[in-house]
């Protein structure tokens, strides 16, 4: 019975994202009337500004506290996120709504990568560690997850990405996250070799 009923529960799932997904591609298709003015300009220096954040933190804290550690998962996931979105993004090659008017134009492979939003991967990557080791002690860390909806806004309005791309990136964010917040040592300093393989030294020996 368990089983079953976890089966309902992954296909009502399945259903659901696939509702979210076509009603992403209508609005793809029909919404052009965008623009990035007012608060939403702040959505492309946002990752970047975040990702210097938990990287001074992390540096400063190590692993001596809670919150370096964090921030070490954070900036984990950040770069490794944003790295595999980069692949992703050349690999599949869609055009972004600033070089065409039809959101079906994929595998160009003249070095568009629309898909998905580097900037909304970067920054869901970074809230998720927050969100999942703070959620029982301070539950108003959910609010954390206004961010990548603010940034997945600014970017479709910025004719930066279309919708479907930001909902790519808060995915592909999510689930850098929470790889990030599962290993014991950042996989930034693992995959840098440096005295003796373990890592890279940044003033402070990190492992966690």
């Given at each position: 019975?368990?089983?079953?009923?976890r089966v309902l529960h992954i296909g009502f799932l399945a259903m659901f994202l696939l509702s979210i997904c076509s009603f992403a591609i209508e609005i793809d298709k029909y919404y052009t009337s965008r623009s990035d003015d007012g608060i939403y300009k702040l959505a492309s220096p946002l990752p970047y500004l975040m990702?210097?954040?938990?990287a001074t933190k992390a540096v400063v804290d190590g692993n001596n506290t809670k919150a370096g550690v964090v921030a070490w998962k954070a900036a984990d996931a950040a770069i490794t996120g944003a790295i595999a979105e980069k692949i992703l993004a050349y690999s599949i090659g869609r055009k972004r709504p600033n070089q065409t008017e039809s959101s079906s134009e994929w595998f160009s492979?003249?070095?568009s990568d629309s898909f998905p939003s580097g900037h909304?991967?970067?920054?869901t990557a970074i809230v998720t560690p927050y969100i999942l080791?703070?959620?029982?002690e301070y539950p108003a860390i959910w609010a954390l997850s206004a961010l990548p909806i603010f940034e997945a806004i600014g970017r479709v309005k910025a004719k930066k990405h279309w919708t479907t791309d930001t909902l790519a990136g808060i995915a592909l964010g999510v689930?850098?996250?929470y790889l990030a917040n599962n290993r014991n040592t950042p996989l930034i300093l693992e995959i840098i070799p440096?005295?003796?393989s373990r890592g890279i030294y940044m003033g402070i020996r990190c492992k966690f």
């Amino acid at each position: 019975m368990k089983k079953i009923i976890r089966v309902l529960h992954i296909g009502f799932l399945a259903m659901f994202l696939l509702s979210i997904c076509s009603f992403a591609i209508e609005i793809d298709k029909y919404y052009t009337s965008r623009s990035d003015d007012g608060i939403y300009k702040l959505a492309s220096p946002l990752p970047y500004l975040m990702l210097a954040g938990v990287a001074t933190k992390a540096v400063v804290d190590g692993n001596n506290t809670k919150a370096g550690v964090v921030a070490w998962k954070a900036a984990d996931a950040a770069i490794t996120g944003a790295i595999a979105e980069k692949i992703l993004a050349y690999s599949i090659g869609r055009k972004r709504p600033n070089q065409t008017e039809s959101s079906s134009e994929w595998f160009s492979f003249d070095g568009s990568d629309s898909f998905p939003s580097g900037h909304v991967t970067v920054v869901t990557a970074i809230v998720t560690p927050y969100i999942l080791n703070y959620k029982d002690e301070y539950p108003a860390i959910w609010a954390l997850s206004a961010l990548p909806i603010f940034e997945a806004i600014g970017r479709v309005k910025a004719k930066k990405h279309w919708t479907t791309d930001t909902l790519a990136g808060i995915a592909l964010g999510v689930a850098s996250g929470y790889l990030a917040n599962n290993r014991n040592t950042p996989l930034i300093l693992e995959i840098i070799p440096l005295e003796q393989s373990r890592g890279i030294y940044m003033g402070i020996r990190c492992k966690f």
